[in-house]
């Protein structure tokens, strides 16, 4: 398959590793921020077959993990309500709330609807005027354009009983705040291809001139990834500090011109707490005042709707790349894909979910190799299996 095959093939994905080998002289820090690039990394052992000076640390990319907890509280006091339909994606069932989560109310007997499209809630509240249909809006920039699709055709269809509870969250202003933290120790970021396919990438100009941080923008397959950190690798081994296009087969620099006009029509930027991290100004998306009146939190009165985190969960520090999820004391026993003490844990595209799916939760991990010094899949333990370094050294 064209754009798939050759961004998996192992001889080209050993070539670049190689020329990453042969370019970097000194330790470097190289943080990716979008969960589906963080399973590329992991699934087929990136992190593994690089250089040992080239750390790659996992960023707050995955949309479920960094919904704030006040939200999901937010979210279950209205999917409480009587009368209510409750919309949402399958990835928010099971992030738990401060008491419980999404799947546990409808057990209860909440009126809970797995959604595959914004457009499927409009529809549920066309077809149910008697009921309160709210949609579960969240997401990157990525999934933002189809949920204002689906407010704006609420108002064109005059749907008084639609509303969405919003809850979109800004790529840019996070990494600002990680670069401004005392703690950060990230010298380079893998852009995220897909916000840049719908928003571009003008924004991460003024980041990269500012930190002094290379950011090349990165697609998702495992050929895709080493050719960011071999991008990432020569800007910081000569001192260059620029947004390099490295997906330039599907992101341009402006993006999406329709997708941003409709962003611009229906939402407005404002501050957002995040899962973990905390409050950033100016880091998400609000329904515009023209929309306001489908603005679920101000329709059923769930703004001051506050929350804790469990103490025992590290989540945070993994969102802000401080940390790994083996760092965890609870990774692999209390905290388990069935037993989520954390969203990173219990997202798809959690870090947590990615080190457990692929093995990392076991006392020795393995980079599994299917050519030379190119893996294409990662597995756990076995005293049999070299891992891509032992191999690179014999």
């Not at 095959?5 to 970097?24: H, L, S, Y």
């Amino acid at each position: 398959m064209r754009f798939l095959d050759e961004f998996r093939d192992r001889d080209a994905a050993a070539r670049v590793a190689e020329a990453i080998a042969k370019t970097v002289t000194r330790p470097w820090t190289i943080m990716e921020v979008c969960g589906g690039q963080t399973h590329t990394i992991v699934r087929y052992g990136i992190d593994e077959l690089l250089p040992p000076a080239i750390e790659l640390v996992h960023g707050p990319g995955c949309p479920v993990c960094v919904t704030s907890l006040e939200m999901i509280d937010r979210a279950h006091a209205i999917a409480s309500r009587p009368g209510v339909i409750f919309c949402s994606f399958g990835d928010m069932l099971r992030v738990p709330g401060s008491r419980s989560d999404l799947l546990e109310l409808k057990s209860r007997g909440a009126h809970i609807r797995t959604v595959y499209s914004p457009l499927d809630a409009v529809r549920l509240a066309a077809s149910h005027p008697d009921r309160e249909v709210v949609f579960f809006a969240i997401g990157f920039e990525t999934t933002a354009p189809a949920n204002a699709m689906a407010v704006r055709q609420a108002r064109a269809l005059q749907l008084n009983n639609f509303s969405v509870l919003v809850s979109h969250v800004l790529v840019p202003p996070v990494m600002t705040a990680i670069l401004q933290s005392p703690e950060n120790r990230v010298q380079a970021f893998l852009g995220p291809g897909h916000v840049c396919t719908v928003v571009g990438y003008e924004e991460y100009e003024p980041i990269a001139n500012r930190y002094r941080v290379p950011i090349p923008i990165t697609g998702f397959e495992p050929v895709d990834m080493l050719h960011g950190v071999l991008a990432a690798i020569k800007q910081l081994e000569t001192g260059r500090h620029e947004v390099e296009n490295v997906y330039s087969r599907v992101v341009q620099r402006r993006g999406n011109p329709a997708s941003r006009r409709l962003l611009a029509e229906v939402f407005e930027v404002t501050d957002r707490q995040w899962r973990g991290i905390g409050l950033i100004p100016k880091s998400g998306y609000r329904l515009a005042y023209e929309y306001r009146d489908f603005d679920a939190e101000r329709r059923f009165e769930v703004e001051d709707v506050l929350s804790r985190e469990r103490p025992e969960c590290i989540s945070g520090q993994i969102l802000r790349g401080l940390k790994k999820p083996h760092d965890c004391p609870a990774f692999g026993v209390a905290c388990t894909p069935q037993t989520p003490l954390g969203t990173t844990m219990v997202s798809s595209e959690g870090a947590c979910a990615a080190y457990h799916a692929y093995g990392r939760h076991r006392p020795v991990r393995r980079a599994v190799l299917t050519s030379a010094g190119a893996p294409l899949r990662t597995e756990g333990a076995g005293n049999t299996e070299v891992s891509a370094r032992e191999a690179k050294q014999r």
